[in-house]
C-alpha cells in the first residue's frame, strides 16, 4: 500500500520521474505543514492517513513519523511521539504518550506495538476507558488479541471517574490477569480482588463479570441476609445463559437456623408460548423437624391446529402446590407472599373464532391452614366448561349469550353444605344511544341456572333451579363550558347520571354459595345490576341510582386536574336475596359516596373516598391519600383508612427523599454516565413505608431504610417487618453493595421497595448503548 505524507515539500519545479529502482532504495524526507492527505490503497486494505511534523520513509516499505505523529484508518487512531510503520507487514510501532482509539475505546501508554488490520499486538504500561461502561483501568502489559479481545496483565478494574492525582477509586477490582472481550461482553479475572474504600473484601481465584447489562453465565454474587426465622443465611447464585430467549438460575442456601435449601428458577420465551418454573427443597428443615418443597409453574402459549377454518387453541398452566401449612410464612421469598394461603392449581383450554369463544378448565385448591385463623377452602372446579358469543354494534344493538357448566367439589365437613354440578346461561341485549352530549342505554338480561346436589339439601331435594330477569335503563349527559378558576384556564364539565335497575324476587335461600361474594361499596359497583360477584346469587332489585361528577380539564392537552364525584341510591322496596349469613339493605337511601381526585400539578395528587350514612350522620368508611413528588428520587406519601364496618383504622406514611446536608455530602440527584458510573460526590437517600393501625396502636408492617449513592456505587440497608398472623411477623435485615458496571453483594432489597413504596424509583435506570461516536476522536 501506498502511504502519503500530511504535506507536500514545496518547490519552484517538479522534479524529473525517478527510476522504480531509486524510489524504493532512497530514503525521503519531508517536513510537514498541518495538513492530512489520504493514502492511496492497495486492494484489500482500507486507505489510512498519517500526520505529523517529521516523515521520513521508503515508499512501499516504511514510513517514520515523528513529533505529534498519527496513523488514522477508519475506526481506528493512533497517536505518539515517534512512529513507525512498516507497510510491509502492516505494523505499527509507537514510541513515548502512546494513545490509541478503537471504535471509541481509548488505551495508552507509554510504548507499543501493532498490525493495524487484524488488530493485534501490545502496549506497555497501559491505561484503558471502555466506552460500552465507562470502565477503565490500568496495567503492567496491554494484549491485543483483535478488535473485540484484549487481555491486560496485572491490571485492575473500575467504573468510578477519575479523580486528582492523588484519587483512588472507592471500589476497585485488581488481578493479575485481566481478560476483556467485547463481542461477548463479559470481562474475566484470574487472582482477583475486590477493595472497596481501599479494603479488600472479597477474594476470588477467578471471576467474570459483564461488561454491559446483557445476561451471561457463570456465578452470581453471593447474597448474606439475617432475618428472626432463618438467622444468618448465605447463597451462591448460579446463572446459566442457555438461549437469548432461555435461562435457569440454580441457587443453594445455607440457613444457619434452619439448614441447607436448593432452589431453582427456569424461564422460557418462544414465539407462541412462554412460562416460568420455579422450585425449591429442603431437607429436614431444623426450623419444623420435617422435609420442606414447593413448586411454582407458570405457562401461557398459543398454539395452531394447522386447520384456517379452526384457528389457534390457547393454553395455560399455573401450579401451585408447597409441602405444608406454614410454608407460606417461613419461605416468603420463595414465590409467595405473606397473605397466600390459597394455592391454585390452574389449567385452562381456550379458543375463539370470530364471535365465538370456548373455554375448559380444571381447577383444583391448596388451602394452606392457620389454626389460629382456619378459613373455609374455596371449591374446586374439575371441570369447568364456558362458551361465550357475543357481538357488538350489530345495526346498533349489543349481545351476548354465556353458557357455563362446573362440577364443585370440596369437603362437606369444611363447607358444611353438598357438592353439585352447575349449568347457568347468561343473555343479555342492550341498545346504547350515544351522542356527544349524554348518553341512554336500555338493557335485558336473563340469568337461568340449574344445580345438581350429590347430596341431599335441607328440604331433601336433589335439585334446585331459578331464573332471574333484569331490566336496566342507563343514561346520562354531558355539559361543558369554559372556566377559569386561580388564574388557569379549564375546560369543566358537568355530568348528571341516572340509573333504573329492576330484578323481581326469585327465592334462593335454599341454593348453596359456590363461588359468589359481594361486591365492595364504592363508586364503581354502585352503578353495577347485581350486588353479587358470581352466579349463585341474582339480588332483586328496585332501586334509582343518581350521580354528579364534576371535572376540570386543561383545555390544550385534555388532562384532567380536579374531579369531583357524588353518587347514591335509592331502593323502593327492602332486599330479599342475601348471601349465608349476610344482611339485607332496607328500603330508602343507601349510604352516600362522594369522592375527589385533585392533580392541580404534576407534583401534588390528592384522592379521598367517603362513604357517609346518613342516617348516622358518620362515615361508615373513609379513605383518604396525598402524594407529593415534585422530582426525581422524590415521593411522600400519606393515606388514612377507616372501615368502621370492618372495625379497622389505620395510617400509612412511604416515602423516598435525599436526607441532604442532614447525613454525609450533598451530590447530584441520580447522577449516571455512560454504563452507570457517576459523579462520585455522594448522595444519601432515606426510603420507607410505615403502616400504623390506630385501633390496635401497633405498627402492622415497615420497611425502612437507607440508601447511598457514590456515583460508581450504591450502598442500601433495609429493615423489614411483616405481619403475619395476630401474635407473629417476620423481620429481616436486607445490606447490599452495587458496584455499577460489575455486579451486587448481599440481598438485595430492591423488591421490597418497589412493592412497599407508592411512587419508588431506582437510582440507577437501565440505559441505552452508547454510540461510538460519544469518544470520537
Not at 507497510?87 to 507499543?112: L, M, Y
Not at 460500552?132 to 496483565?153: K, P, S
Not at 345495526?395 to 358444611?416: I, M, N
Not at 460526590?681 to 400504623?692: A, E, I, K, S
Request: glycine share 10%; hydrophobic share 35%.
Amino acid at each position: 500500500m501506498l502511504l502519503a505524507g500530511a504535506a507536500q515539500a514545496q518547490s519552484p519545479a517538479a522534479p524529473a520521474a525517478a527510476p522504480e529502482s531509486i524510489l524504493n532504495d532512497t530514503p525521503l524526507t519531508l517536513h510537514a505543514t498541518p495538513m492530512l492527505t489520504e493514502a492511496v490503497p492497495d486492494s484489500g486494505s482500507q486507505p489510512a492517513i498519517v500526520y505529523g511534523e517529521h516523515i521520513t520513509g521508503r515508499p512501499n516499505l516504511e514510513t517514520v513519523i515523528e513529533g505529534d505523529a498519527e496513523l488514522r484508518r477508519p475506526g481506528f487512531v493512533l497517536r505518539s511521539n515517534r512512529l513507525t510503520y512498516d507497510q510491509t507487514t502492516d505494523v505499527a510501532t509507537a514510541e513515548g504518550d502512546v494513545r490509541i482509539n478503537a471504535r471509541g475505546n481509548r488505551f495508552s501508554g507509554v510504548e507499543g506495538q501493532i498490525q493495524v488490520d487484524a488488530f493485534e499486538g501490545f502496549v506497555l504500561q497501559p491505561t484503558y476507558e471502555l466506552l460500552v461502561n465507562g470502565a477503565h483501568g490500568q496495567g503492567e502489559r496491554l494484549d491485543f488479541q483483535d478488535r473485540d479481545r484484549a487481555t491486560v496483565l496485572s491490571g485492575d478494574y473500575t467504573t468510578c471517574q477519575r479523580g486528582g492525582p492523588d484519587w483512588m477509586p472507592d471500589w476497585i477490582l485488581r488481578a493479575t490477569r485481566l481478560e476483556l472481550d467485547q463481542e461477548e461482553q463479559i470481562g474475566r479475572a484470574e487472582g482477583a480482588k475486590l477493595e472497596f474504600q481501599g479494603v479488600p473484601i472479597l477474594p476470588l481465584p477467578s471471576m467474570t463479570f459483564p461488561l454491559n447489562n446483557e445476561r451471561k453465565s457463570g456465578w452470581l454474587p453471593p447474597t448474606v441476609g439475617l432475618d428472626n426465622k432463618s438467622g444468618l443465611n448465605l447463597a451462591v447464585p448460579y446463572y446459566w445463559n442457555i438461549a437469548p430467549n432461555r435461562d435457569a438460575t440454580l441457587t443453594p442456601e445455607f440457613m444457619l437456623r434452619r439448614g441447607v435449601d436448593m432452589a431453582g428458577e427456569f424461564r422460557y420465551m418462544e414465539s407462541n408460548y412462554d412460562g416460568r418454573v420455579n422450585a425449591h427443597y429442603m431437607p429436614n428443615d431444623r426450623l419444623r423437624g420435617r422435609d420442606r418443597w414447593g413448586y411454582f409453574i407458570r405457562h401461557n402459549g398459543l398454539y395452531s391446529t394447522g386447520v384456517d377454518a379452526i384457528g389457534g387453541v390457547g393454553f395455560g398452566l399455573n401450579l401451585n402446590r408447597v409441602s405444608d401449612n406454614d410454608h407460606w410464612r417461613d419461605f416468603t421469598r420463595k414465590g409467595l407472599s405473606l397473605t397466600t394461603r390459597l394455592l391454585a392449581n390452574d389449567g385452562t383450554l381456550n379458543w375463539s373464532k370470530g364471535d365465538f369463544t370456548l373455554m375448559g378448565r380444571a381447577l383444583k385448591w391448596q388451602t394452606l391452614q392457620d389454626v389460629t385463623a382456619p378459613i373455609v377452602p374455596p371449591y374446586d372446579r374439575l371441570p369447568q366448561i364456558t362458551g361465550r358469543w357475543a357481538r357488538v354494534n350489530d345495526r346498533g344493538f349489543d349481545y351476548s349469550v354465556e353458557a357455563d357448566y362446573t362440577r364443585f367439589r370440596a369437603d362437606r365437613l369444611l363447607t358444611l353444605q353438598p357438592n353439585a354440578d352447575r349449568s347457568y346461561v347468561w343473555a343479555q341485549a342492550s341498545r346504547p344511544f350515544v351522542r356527544s352530549w349524554g348518553f341512554f342505554t336500555p338493557k335485558v338480561q336473563v340469568h337461568s341456572a340449574h344445580y345438581a346436589f350429590n347430596g341431599g339439601q335441607v328440604d331433601g331435594s336433589n335439585n334446585a333451579s331459578r331464573t332471574v330477569p333484569t331490566v336496566s335503563l342507563d343514561g346520562g349527559l354531558v355539559f361543558e363550558r369554559n372556566a377559569s378558576y386561580f388564574g388557569r384556564a379549564f375546560r369543566q364539565t358537568l355530568e348528571p347520571r341516572l340509573m333504573y335497575v329492576y330484578t323481581p324476587y326469585r327465592d334462593q335461600s335454599l341454593i348453596p354459595n359456590y363461588d359468589t361474594g359481594a361486591y365492595d361499596f364504592n363508586f364503581a359497583t354502585i352503578w353495577a345490576e347485581n350486588a353479587f360477584a358470581g352466579h349463585d346469587r341474582v339480588v332483586d332489585n328496585n332501586l334509582v341510582t343518581a350521580g354528579l361528577t364534576t371535572r376540570l380539564l386543561d383545555p390544550e392537552t385534555g388532562a384532567e386536574a380536579v374531579r369531583l364525584g357524588v353518587a347514591q341510591r335509592y331502593r323502593f322496596s327492602p332486599q330479599k336475596v342475601v348471601l349465608p349469613g349476610g344482611t339485607p339493605n332496607d328500603r330508602g337511601l343507601s349510604d352516600l359516596m362522594l369522592g375527589a381526585s385533585i392533580n392541580w400539578t404534576p407534583k401534588w395528587s390528592f384522592d379521598t373516598v367517603v362513604q357517609y350514612n346518613p342516617e348516622t350522620r358518620r362515615s361508615t368508611r373513609t379513605t383518604i391519600h396525598a402524594r407529593y413528588s415534585p422530582e426525581k428520587f422524590h415521593t411522600l406519601s400519606v393515606a388514612y383508612r377507616n372501615q368502621r364496618d370492618l372495625l379497622s383504622e389505620s395510617v400509612d406514611v412511604g416515602w423516598q427523599w435525599p436526607l441532604g446536608d442532614l447525613v454525609g455530602r450533598r451530590g447530584e440527584l441520580g447522577t449516571t454516565t455512560r454504563g452507570g458510573g457517576g459523579s462520585c460526590t455522594g448522595r444519601w437517600y432515606g426510603v420507607g413505608r410505615l403502616n400504623y393501625s390506630l385501633r390496635d396502636k401497633k405498627l402492622v408492617d415497615a420497611v425502612v431504610g437507607v440508601e447511598y449513592d457514590a456515583g460508581c456505587w450504591i450502598g442500601r440497608v433495609v429493615f423489614e417487618k411483616l405481619t403475619s398472623s395476630v401474635t407473629s411477623s417476620t423481620k429481616r435485615v436486607m445490606f447490599q453493595l452495587e458496584f455499577i458496571g460489575l455486579s451486587k453483594l448481599g440481598t438485595n432489597p430492591l423488591r421490597a421497595l418497589r412493592n412497599n413504596i407508592p411512587g419508588y424509583e431506582y437510582l440507577r435506570q437501565e440505559t441505552t448503548p452508547p454510540s461510538r461516536f460519544t469518544a470520537y476522536d
